[in-house]
């Protein structure tokens, strides 16, 4: 079991706006450590979405956003893409493992 | 262009032995920590090791302690990832991925650029 816990799955129509958790705890998020949030298409690598909590490399759409507070961070995708359909992922630093640590990733259907 | 490409990946039995490598390109290797990531067939990713930008420090998941050994060549822009003792849940596909440049290391590690991957299988 992942030490960041994500939903399985979200979706969303079209032009919608969905937003994906990732719920930590005391020793990762909620110590301060720097969330980032990749995006995985069907058959690719991974891609990093937001790094830093909140920054998006260049490139990457402003459509995508990241925030964090407490032991939670949060990746918002604004009008939605049929190309947004993908897996989402988060991570941080677990200080209690010492260790790199993804969430279980997110599904996201565009209906 | 940054560039990240693993070679390597086999089938090999349990208890077996396989040596993954990663050779990079576009970029100032010796500046950055880097890391292999795991993805097992169907599921999510797993951080399996980082290697400091002078190969001082290294860290390992705990499944892989004892098992896996993580090195890097900056004369030769290369990464690798020797893996022994292989199980069955080993099997993956491994991907390099380029770490944070900054001092903090694992405690702020980011993935900016990956490789394809490599596929290693482990089975009889």
């Known amino acids: 079991q992942s030490v960041l816990t994500q939903s399985p799955s979200v979706s969303g129509a079209p032009g919608q706006r969905v937003t994906i958790s990732c719920t930590g705890s005391?020793?990762?998020?909620?110590?301060?450590?720097?969330v980032h949030w990749y995006q995985q298409l069907p058959g690719a690598a991974p891609k990093l979405l937001i790094y830093?909590?909140?920054h998006r490399p260049s490139g990457v759409p402003d459509r995508f956003s990241g925030s964090k507070s407490g032991t939670s961070a949060s990746l918002a995708i604004t009008g939605l893409q049929a190309d947004d359909e993908a897996d989402y992922y988060c991570?941080?630093?677990?200080?209690?493992?010492?260790?790199?640590?993804f969430g279980g990733g997110t599904k996201l259907t565009v209906l | 262009e940054v560039q990240l490409v693993e070679s390597g990946g086999d089938l090999v039995q349990p208890g077996g032995s396989l040596r993954l490598s990663c050779a990079a390109s576009?970029?100032?290797?010796?500046?950055?920590?880097m890391s292999w990531v795991r993805q097992a067939p169907g599921k999510g990713l797993e951080w399996v090791a980082n290697?400091?930008?002078?190969?001082?420090?290294?860290h390992y998941v705990a499944s892989v302690k004892g098992r896996f050994t993580i090195s890097r060549d900056n004369a030769k822009n290369s990464l690798s990832l020797q893996m022994n003792s292989l199980k069955a849940e080993d099997t993956a596909i491994y991907y390099c991925?380029?770490?944070?440049?900054?001092?903090?290391?694992?405690?702020?590690?980011?993935?900016?650029?990956w490789g394809q991957g490599a596929l290693a299988t482990v089975s009889s």
């Open positions: 991570q941080s630093y677990d200080s209690s493992l010492s260790d790199v640590v």
């Open positions: 005391s020793s990762n998020i909620g110590a301060g450590y720097e």
């Open positions: 830093g909590d909140i």
């Open positions: 576009g970029f100032t290797f010796s500046r950055y920590w």
């Open positions: 290697i400091k930008q002078d190969g001082s420090e290294k």
């Open positions: 991925a380029r770490d944070t440049l900054r001092s903090c290391g694992g405690e702020c590690s980011s993935f900016d650029y």
